[in-house]
Structures are given as structure tokens and as C-alpha cells.
Nanobody
Framework: QVQLVESGGGLVQSGGSLRLSCAAS????????LAWYRQAPGKQRDLVAR???????EYPDSVKGRFIISRDNAKNMLYLQMNNLKPEDTAVYYC???????WGQGTQVTVSS
């Protein structure tokens, strides 16, 4: 079965960095479009980064220039490098496969002022 397991979340100070990882099984990250989403309490789940099979990436303005999505085909892993973190980045972060879709359980990122 398909499983996505996020890790790497935690508590950081404003301006700090974190690298989130998503370990995939039952699918190959090489052959699918992948994304990271986040959801803060009382808010919708929003896209924060997307990477295509061909390697093209998309970011919303809120994280553009600060976040980098990448994949490691050999390790079957998806990553999200988050730099210059801000308190408004505080949320649960989820890795995602577009269809049907698949979701991980999420990892908490908390950014203190």
C-alpha cells in the first residue's frame, strides 16, 4: 500500500531553517507529481510547494524565495527546505501525491517570534 511519512518538524526561532522529509513507499517519487501542503488551526489546507515529474516547481508568493522542494529518486524521498522561517509559517505540513490523492499524517512546524 502507499504510505507517506513526514518528519523533520519542530520548534524554531523566526529566521531559522528546517528541512522536512517525506518517506514514500508503495509509489515511486520519480514517476509522480508531488507537493507539500500546510494547515494552520482554523485555516484551509494550502499548497506551499509542488514539483512535477520533470522537475519543475511552483510556490505561492507567501513562501517563494524561502522554501525549496526537491526529490531524491534513489532514496524515494521528498524534501522541503524551509529558510528564513516566519511565525506565519506555523502549521502542520503534509506531503502529497496528487492522485488519488495520497496524504501523509503531517509534521508540526512551530516558528516562535
Amino acid at each position: 500500500q502507499v504510505q507517506l511519512v513526514e518528519s523533520g518538524g519542530g520548534l524554531v526561532q523566526s529566521g531559522g531553517s528546517l528541512r522536512l522529509s517525506c518517506a514514500a513507499s508503495g509509489i515511486s517519487v520519480r514517476f509522480t507529481n508531488l507537493a507539500w501542503y500546510r494547515q494552520a488551526p482554523g485555516k484551509q489546507r494550502d499548497l506551499v510547494a509542488r514539483i512535477s515529474v520533470g522537475g519543475s516547481t511552483e510556490y505561492p508568493d507567501s513562501v517563494k524565495g524561502r522554501f525549496i522542494i526537491s526529490r531524491d529518486n534513489a532514496k524515494n524521498m521528498l524534501y522541503l527546505q524551509m529558510n528564513n522561517l516566519k511565525p506565519e509559517d506555523t502549521a502542520v505540513y503534509y506531503c502529497n501525491v496528487l492522485t488519488p490523492p495520497y496524504w501523509g499524517q503531517g509534521t508540526q512546524v512551530t516558528v516562535s517570534s
